[in-house]
Antibody, heavy 116, light 113 residues
Framework: EVQLVESGGGLVQPGGSLIVSCAAS????????MHWVRQAPGKGLVWVSR????????DYADSVKGRFTISRDNAKNTLYLQMNSLRAEDTAVYYC?????????WGQGTLVTVSS | DVVMTQSPLSLPVTLGQPASISCRSS???????????LSWFQQRPGQSPRRLIY???NRDSGVPDRFSGSGSGTDFTLKISRVEAEDLGVYYC??????????FGQGTKLEIK
C-alpha cells in the first residue's frame, strides 16, 4: 500500500525557516517524481515544487522560487521541503504527492502556520 | 501559465440525480507524446485529495463507475451518473501537460440539496 507521511509542520514567525519531510513507503520511491502541493485554509490546491526521480532536476512556483528548496534522499525514501524567509501567505497544509506520468497519491498533509 | 477554469464553482444536487462539472484550459492539453494529462481529484471534507480520473477518461482503481471523464483539447467534463451522499466535497481538475507550473482549477463544491 502506498503511504506518504508528512511531518515537520508547525508555527513559525515571519522571516523564519522550517523543513517539512515526507516518508514514503509501499512503492519504489527512487523511481518516481515527487511534488509538494499546498492548500491555504479554506482555499484551493496550489502546486509548489517538483523533483525528478534522482533529484537532479527541480521546478518551483514563482511564489516560492529562491525561498524554498525541494530535495530527496532515496536511500531513506524521504522527500524534503526547506522553506526560508517564510511569509504569512505561506500558511497552508503542505501535501507530499507522488507522480507517475500524472500526480496520483497524496499524503495527509502537514500544517505550516506563519504568524507572529 | 495554463489557466484551468471550472464551472460551476458550487453545485447543489439531489441524491440519485446526475451531476456534471466543466473544466476548460487556456491552451490545448495534448502533450507531444499524444497523451492529454488532465486529471480529476475529489477532496472530501477534512481529507486529502484523491485522484478519480487520469488522462481525461481513465478511472482509478476503486473509483465507482458512476464517475466518468470526457473531453479533448481544452474542454473537459467530469460526470457523476447518480450522486450519493459520500460524493460531497470539492472536485478539482488538474493539468500536467504544460509545466512548470502544474495547475489546478479553482475547485467545484458539490453540495447535497
Amino acid at each position: 500500500e502506498v503511504q506518504l507521511v508528512e511531518s515537520g509542520g508547525g508555527l513559525v514567525q515571519p522571516g523564519g525557516s522550517l523543513i517539512v519531510s515526507c516518508a514514503a513507503s509501499g512503492f519504489t520511491f527512487s523511481n518516481y517524481w515527487m511534488h509538494w502541493v499546498r492548500q491555504a485554509p479554506g482555499k484551493g490546491l496550489v502546486w509548489v515544487s517538483r523533483i525528478d526521480s534522482d533529484g537532479s532536476d527541480t521546478d518551483y512556483a514563482d511564489s516560492v522560487k529562491g525561498r524554498f528548496t525541494i530535495s530527496r534522499d532515496n536511500a531513506k525514501n524521504t522527500l524534503y521541503l526547506q522553506m526560508n524567509s517564510l511569509r504569512a501567505e505561506d500558511t497552508a497544509v503542505y501535501y507530499c504527492v507522488r507522480d507517475y506520468y500524472s500526480i496520483d497519491y497524496w499524503g495527509q498533509g502537514t500544517l505550516v502556520t506563519v504568524s507572529s | 501559465d495554463v489557466v484551468m477554469t471550472q464551472s460551476p464553482l458550487s453545485l447543489p444536487v439531489t441524491l440519485g440525480q446526475p451531476a456534471s462539472i466543466s473544466c476548460r484550459s487556456s491552451q490545448s492539453l495534448v502533450y507531444s507524446d499524444g497523451n492529454t494529462y488532465l486529471s480529476w481529484f475529489q477532496q472530501r471534507p477534512g481529507q486529502s485529495p484523491r485522484r478519480l480520473i487520469y488522462k481525461v477518461s481513465n478511472r482509478d482503481s476503486g473509483v465507482p463507475d458512476r464517475f466518468s471523464g470526457s473531453g479533448s483539447g481544452t474542454d473537459f467534463t467530469l460526470k457523476i451518473s447518480r450522486v450519493e451522499a459520500e460524493d460531497l466535497g470539492v472536485y478539482y481538475c488538474y493539468q500536467g501537460t504544460h509545466w512548470p507550473p502544474y495547475t489546478f482549477g479553482q475547485g467545484t463544491k458539490l453540495e447535497i440539496k
